[in-house]
């Protein structure tokens, strides 16, 4: 291979280091939107600030950066991504993002070493997600169906809002402060600190702890409805609005009236969404979850979030 300076009168070597070079310098974070989140502690994240390019008619114009799949994160007070939540994108000189895949550190909970050696700089392969902070921006989402029975499973609803509720809680397995800054473990289990159950806790002790969980916001629910007859995707739905807001946003809302007064879907969809803020914010993961209990209330159907 020639070296740059044999070849320096090349147009185009000339200007692919001086690329690299710039880059190597300026290329180093981001700001993006979480699109996906993997159930291997994974997220796709899309770059939202734009690059700046110049055709070959001399015309300057903006092209979308591509996703970067399989990204690790870390987390801003143990809050667990989301998508359609905002992260910073860090493009790293060295392997860190393979680091943080593998553990990031050892059973006692301290940093581990790791030899490494340089990789191309600030690649966009090499990038690690920080997440928990800022703003949620607006991101339409991508629904899927759930698979499981809508009967009743006995305990007042059905498996397939067990998995709407799993799905859209996501599975954490420490805890972590969730999106308003309550301490939270499993499937959206809330608690006051200290947290003196299993650390970490397996994906079976979380799907028991949500059915003991659940007992409570069914009761809720089939109190706030007891005089008038809800189906079973009305009472799963409504199940899931308390399980994830209380059950004193439901009892004595607009939503509640509107439901006891056969209101339209358009209607009560717009009911769901007035629950979507946090600390005044609208939250576009919230809009979302929204949606799906709208959806489950008004067409019996049960959406994945991604």
């Given at each position: 291979?020639?070296?740059?300076?044999?070849?320096?009168?090349?147009?185009?070597?000339?200007?692919?280091?001086?690329?690299?070079?710039?880059?190597?310098?300026?290329?180093?974070?981001?700001?993006?939107?979480?699109?996906?989140?993997?159930s291997?502690?994974l997220?796709?994240?899309?770059?939202?600030?734009?690059?700046?390019?110049?055709?070959?008619d001399?015309?300057?114009?903006?092209?979308?950066?591509?996703?970067?799949?399989?990204?690790?994160?870390?987390?801003?007070?143990?809050?667990?991504?989301?998508?359609?939540?905002?992260?910073?994108i860090?493009?790293?000189?060295?392997?860190?993002?393979?680091?943080?895949?593998?553990?990031?550190?050892?059973?006692?909970?301290?940093?581990?070493?790791?030899?490494?050696?340089?990789?191309?700089?600030?690649?966009m392969?090499n990038?690690?997600?920080?997440?928990?902070f800022?703003?949620?921006?607006?991101?339409?989402?991508?629904?899927?169906?759930?698979?499981?029975?809508?009967?009743?499973?006995?305990?007042?609803?059905?498996?397939?809002?067990?998995?709407?509720?799993?799905?859209?809680?996501?599975?954490?397995?420490?805890?972590?402060?969730?999106?308003?800054?309550?301490?939270?473990?499993?499937?959206?289990?809330?608690?006051?600190?200290?947290?003196?159950?299993?650390?970490?806790?397996?994906?079976?002790?979380?799907?028991?702890?949500?059915?003991?969980?659940?007992t409570?916001?069914?009761?809720?629910?089939?109190s706030?409805?007891?005089?008038?007859?809800?189906?079973?995707?009305?009472?799963?739905?409504?199940?899931?609005?308390?399980?994830?807001?209380?059950?004193?946003?439901?009892?004595?809302?607009?939503?509640?009236?509107?439901?006891?007064?056969?209101?339209?879907?358009?209607?009560?969809?717009?009911?769901?969404?007035?629950?979507?803020?946090?600390?005044g914010?609208?939250?576009?993961?919230?809009?979302?979850?929204?949606?799906?209990?709208?959806?489950?209330?008004?067409?019996?159907?049960?959406?994945t979030?991604?």
């Amino acid at each position: 291979m020639i070296s740059l300076q044999e070849r320096s009168d090349i147009q185009q070597a000339v200007y692919d280091e001086l690329k690299n070079n710039i880059f190597a310098e300026l290329h180093v974070a981001d700001i993006g939107v979480i699109t996906a989140v993997g159930s291997d502690n994974l997220v796709t994240v899309q770059p939202i600030v734009r690059d700046r390019i110049v055709g070959s008619d001399g015309k300057v114009g903006w092209q979308d950066p591509p996703k970067i799949p399989d990204t690790p994160f870390l987390s801003v007070g143990g809050v667990a991504p989301q998508v359609g939540q905002s992260a910073l994108i860090i493009f790293c000189d060295k392997d860190i993002s393979a680091w943080i895949k593998q553990g990031g550190q050892n059973a006692s909970g301290t940093p581990s070493a790791q030899n490494q050696e340089t990789l191309k700089p600030h690649d966009m392969t090499n990038a690690v997600a920080i997440v928990g902070f800022g703003v949620t921006v607006s991101q339409s989402a991508g629904y899927g169906d759930i698979t499981a029975s809508t009967a009743n499973n006995g305990t007042g609803v059905s498996d397939a809002l067990l998995k709407f509720i799993e799905n859209w809680e996501g599975w954490v397995a420490t805890p972590y402060t969730d999106s308003g800054g309550t301490w939270t473990i499993g499937f959206g289990h809330t608690f006051k600190p200290p947290w003196t159950g299993p650390n970490p806790m397996t994906r079976e002790q979380g799907e028991a702890m949500l059915k003991s969980d659940l007992t409570s916001y069914i009761n809720s629910v089939k109190s706030i409805f007891k005089d008038f007859p809800l189906t079973q995707n009305q009472f799963d739905a409504m199940v899931d609005f308390v399980y994830n807001l209380g059950a004193g946003a439901l009892k004595g809302s607009t939503l509640e009236a509107d439901i006891r007064n056969h209101a339209s879907s358009d209607k009560l969809k717009a009911d769901f969404e007035e629950y979507s803020h946090v600390h005044g914010k609208v939250l576009a993961g919230l809009v979302h979850r929204r949606d799906g209990e709208w959806a489950m209330f008004c067409n019996a159907q049960y959406l994945t979030n991604h």
